[in-house]
């Protein structure tokens, strides 16, 4: 894998999840969203989109295989997800991927916005678009990047396709999404990163790994 071409700049103004979420309650009180476009309907959808992203905190529980293979990454990791806060994909995943990285001492999670970020958006597009949220995975002691994954689940991804193939009008996807998504609760995002995880890391015992921190 290629060695990471986010600068430090963009490492050190990122921004945390506790924090993006009080910046978008910030500017929602301000009828505002992330970006330029403050237009009514953005701001709109950002509003729906603080609802869907506490939903997200309350719903997404964390299996025991997943808070076992998160306890066993021992690679240092830096995950770095583009995201806006008018995007429906970000609210139902970003708020997953906080919680993924709460459950392992070796992963952080940062947070940058898409379209002050162009240039890095522009080297991981999906099928020639600039979709969002997207996880650039970092090894954090090289800068080399070990995997990228986003911006939807693959059953959500396909959904998508389907309606794009039928024409569907935007609400009516968005409602098909919006309605896989909280059906599914996290959990085929939990499996995916399963794989990934395994991909992107050694895995050590847990119980080893807190011998070692506690040597």
């Known amino acids: 894998m290629p060695t990471s071409t986010i600068t430090k700049e963009q490492l050190d103004t990122s921004m945390t999840y506790t924090f993006y979420r009080d910046m978008t309650d910030r500017l929602l009180a301000e009828q505002k969203t992330t970006g330029t476009n403050?237009?009514?309907?953005?701001?709109?959808?950002?509003?729906m989109n603080a609802q869907r992203m506490r939903r997200v905190e309350k719903?997404?529980?964390?299996?025991?295989?997943?808070?076992?293979?998160?306890?066993?990454?021992?690679?240092?990791?830096?995950?770095?997800?583009?995201?806006?806060?008018w995007c429906g994909d970000a609210a139902q995943i970003v708020p997953a991927l906080a919680k993924f990285a709460d459950a392992s001492p070796l992963i952080e999670l940062k947070l940058l916005?898409?379209?002050?970020?162009?240039?890095?958006?522009?080297?991981?597009l999906t099928n020639g678009g600039r979709s969002i949220p997207k996880l650039?995975?970092?090894?954090?002691?090289?800068?080399?990047?070990?995997?990228?994954?986003?911006?939807r689940p693959v059953p959500a991804q396909e959904l998508v396709n389907q309606a794009k193939t039928d024409?569907?009008?935007?609400?009516?996807?968005?409602?098909?999404?919006?309605?896989?998504?909280?059906?599914?609760?996290s959990?085929?995002?939990?499996?995916?990163?399963?794989?990934?995880?395994?991909?992107w890391s050694e895995l050590v015992d847990p119980k080893h790994q807190d011998a070692e921190h506690l040597s």
């Open 136 to 151: 650039i995975c970092l090894k954090a002691d090289t800068g080399e990047v070990l995997g990228d994954w986003g911006p």
């Open 59 to 85: 719903t997404t529980v964390l299996d025991d295989e997943m808070v076992e293979l998160l306890l066993s990454v021992n690679t240092k990791m830096i995950w770095v997800v583009l995201t806006e806060a």
């Open 113 to 124: 916005l898409r379209d002050e970020n162009l240039e890095l958006m522009d080297q991981y």
């Open 187 to 199: 959990k085929t995002l939990q499996e995916e990163f399963k794989v990934l995880l395994r991909n």
């Open 38 to 47: 403050h237009a009514p309907e953005m701001v709109a959808y950002t509003r």
């Open 167 to 185: 024409n569907l009008p935007f609400p009516e996807m968005a409602e098909k999404l919006h309605g896989w998504y909280a059906k599914d609760r």
